[in-house]
């Protein structure tokens, strides 16, 4: 069982930078995939990206390919989107997400665990 808790999310001007937090509990996270979501108003969740349990292999949205960076730090539990260069349109509810299923998916379907999300709004 893993529980994840997303942090820092917030209000950025485009262009600007945030860094978001994904916190987990549970000793099975160091062998889990972990990906980042978001869903902005009106519109499906969407993948962002993935990245396997050691983290030498990641996966993104065209959409965010080159501005976000997706880490993780298993000796603290710990995964990260470093996210640069904001748009308008990144605006949306970021979530992440493990995945006991050993492999590293693309889609919502293959992750188990789901954290609440993080608001991220970005001005024009």
């Known amino acids: 069982q893993v529980q994840l808790v997303e942090s820092g999310g917030g209000l950025v001007q485009a262009g600007g930078s945030l860094r978001l937090s994904c916190a987990a509990s549970?000793?099975?996270?160091?062998?889990?995939?972990m990906g980042w979501f978001r869903q902005a108003p009106g519109k499906e969740r969407e993948f962002v990206a993935a990245?396997?349990?050691?983290?030498?292999?990641?996966y993104y949205a065209n959409s965010v390919k080159g501005r976000f960076t997706i880490s993780r730090d298993n000796a603290e539990n710990t995964g990260y989107l470093q996210m640069n260069s904001l748009k308008p349109e990144d605006t949306a509810v970021y979530y992440c997400?493990?995945?006991?299923?050993?492999?590293?998916?693309?889609?919502?379907?293959?992750?188990?665990?789901w954290g609440q999300g993080t608001q991220v709004t970005v001005s024009s």
């Open positions: 549970g000793r099975t996270f160091g062998s889990n995939a």
């Open positions: 997400a493990a995945s006991s299923r050993g492999y590293l998916p693309r889609n919502q379907d293959g992750y188990n665990y």
């Open positions: 990245i396997d349990w050691s983290g030498f292999n990641t």
